[in-house]
Nanobody, 124 residues
Framework: QVQLAESGGGSVQSGGSLRLSCVVS????????MGWLRQAPGKEREGVAA???????SYVDAVKGRFTISQDNAKNTLYLQMNNLKPEDTAMYFC??????????????????WGQGSQVTVSS
């Protein structure tokens, strides 16, 4: 059973930085696709970034150049470094996995299983 445990959210002013972490269990191997989703109040959940077992990353346009996704396989941990945060980045952020992934393209839109979430609030 896949288990995802996020941490690292919080409040920051516009232009600041935060790093989210996610400890992953029950989802290992080279053929995997993991990433981050977010959901702002009153909006649908949306993809943010994804990375596969070969460390190939994919980002949505809204975060390109500001967010970096990475993974530490030895620690079974996924990260999302968020720089130059904007008020529109305010949302609940979810660590997520594409549990049906068998290789090929790994994109945020394909993530279909997520954790409890961690709140990120950016003030202007």
């Amino acid at each position: 059973q896949v288990q995802l445990a996020e941490s690292g959210g919080g409040s920051v002013q516009s232009g600041g930085s935060l790093r989210l972490s996610c400890v992953v269990s029950g989802y290992t191997g080279s053929s995997r696709c993991m990433g981050w989703l977010r959901q702002a109040p009153g909006k649908e959940r949306e993809g943010v970034a994804a990375i596969n077992g070969d460390a190939r990353a994919s980002y949505v346009d809204a975060v390109k150049g500001r967010f970096t996704i990475s993974q530490d396989n030895a620690k079974n941990t996924l990260y999302l470094q968020m720089n130059n945060l904007k008020p529109e980045d305010t949302a609940m952020y979810f660590c997520a996995a594409d549990v049906h992934y068998t290789g090929g393209v790994c994109i945020p839109e394909g993530l279909d299983y997520w954790g409890q979430g961690s709140q990120v609030t950016v003030s202007s």
